[in-house]
């Protein structure tokens, strides 16, 4: 932890976590994003702006990381346009103070004003499972965040799928892979099941160590290292670069 802290960050990253379906992991996803990124970089670096109305991240990264600042801006229909246009303003901010993260936990939903918000981001991290029930809501969305990147004629942001509650040694997703091979999106590693990470997960990181939770560890180290790589150090934009890419879907790391 304490070597890849010296390194910093030298332009800013605004990451969303969003998906129209419900019940999926986002604030989970959010939490454990957070708690991997203070391991790597300053946590004062790092603003996570909790847009559900359930407050989840508020509530558990408050108690467990309160180095780690957090912004409860509710969307909701009352509070829509107001607390769009607030998170829009943070993610300005940010984007002038080289070294910082802002993480977007986003509601479930179908806002398109919401969505055009999201599509600001630099990447969007869409966790889901591998049943149907999720994977057909998932696919809608992504078409709908490809559809506004392609009315804008952008690049960003960086879709990546998050596998969630994956049964352990499932190393098949040829499924989930074609239904996205049309899509411009990218499989990030797998996760068992986010909730677990969050339950071992409830302390310092020392108490995090002397867990026995080994999957729940593994998972967050892998998602950690992944983010690390391909987000902070920029290697997705590397890889886009090459123009070479025989499929939209990049394999899983």
């Not at 993610?91 to 806002?111: L, N, W, Y």
């Not at 969505?115 to 994977?135: F, H, K, M, Q, R």
């Not at 998972?219 to 950690?224: C, I, L, V, Y």
Request: aromatic share 10%; net charge positive; glycine share 4%.
């Amino acid at each position: 932890m304490g070597a890849n802290k010296s390194k910093i960050l030298t332009g800013a990253k605004s990451i969303f976590v969003a998906n129209v379906k419900g019940g999926v992991g986002k604030s989970t996803l959010s939490i454990m994003l957070a708690r991997s990124l203070a391991e790597r970089m300053p946590a004062q670096n790092i603003t996570v702006i909790d847009t559900d109305l359930q407050r989840t991240a508020t509530e558990f990264l408050s108690k467990s990381n309160p180095e780690i600042n957090v912004e409860f801006l509710p969307i909701t229909p009352a509070f829509e346009n107001t607390n769009i246009s607030l998170v829009q303003q943070f993610i300005k901010q940010i984007e002038f103070r080289p070294g910082h993260v802002a993480i977007v936990d986003t509601p479930a939903g179908s806002s398109q004003r919401l969505w055009n918000l999201v599509a600001e981001g630099y990447c969007v991290l869409i966790p889901t499972t591998l049943s149907n029930a999720d994977l057909y809501p998932t696919e809608n969305f992504i078409r709908s965040m490809d559809k506004v990147k392609a009315r804008y004629n952008k690049s960003y942001p960086h879709l990546i799928v998050c596998p969630n509650k994956i049964p352990f040694g499932q190393k098949d997703f040829t499924v989930m892979a074609e239904r996205l091979k049309n899509h411009d999106v990218v499989i990030g590693p797998p996760l068992r099941d986010l909730a677990s990470v969050r339950h071992f997960y409830n302390g310092k990181i020392e108490n995090w160590e002397k867990k026995t939770n080994t999957n729940a560890q593994t998972d967050f180290k892998q998602f950690g290292s992944f983010i690390e790589k391909f987000v902070l150090y920029e290697e997705l934009d590397k890889i886009y670069s090459k123009n070479n890419i025989p499929r939209n879907v990049v394999p899983i790391r």
